[in-house]
């Protein structure tokens, strides 16, 4: 059972950045750009106790509007991957997140 989520969450990370790859992400919202750093430093740690804090920060903010349905994906997308154990994709992936922010 465990390996089963775990080929479900990396094909859905696949297919939440595949359209990415190459391309980087788009402009994302101060919410989202605020929640990546969080998520960054709990996937560096990896603090499962912080990770399930980040998210239900996602889906409040999701909730409140402060971000979008495809900026929620792209994060849970990465709260998967550590989900799953994969720690350092999930801190590149948030690091990306980030760094492709810097110059908008």
Do not use: H
């Amino acid at each position: 059972m465990r390996n089963q989520n775990t080929l479900f969450l990396t094909i859905l990370l696949l297919l939440t950045l595949l359209p990415l790859s190459g391309c980087g992400y788009p402009a994302v919202s101060p919410k989202t750009y605020e929640i990546s750093k969080a998520l960054y430093s709990v996937c560096n740690q990896k603090s499962t106790d912080r990770l399930k804090t980040v998210q239900t920060l996602i889906g409040s903010s999701l909730q409140e509007k402060e971000i979008n349905e495809k900026e929620a994906g792209w994060l849970n997308a990465i709260v998967a991957s550590a989900n799953a154990g994969d720690w350092d994709t999930a801190t590149q992936e948030a690091r990306r997140l980030m760094e492709d922010q810097t110059g908008r």
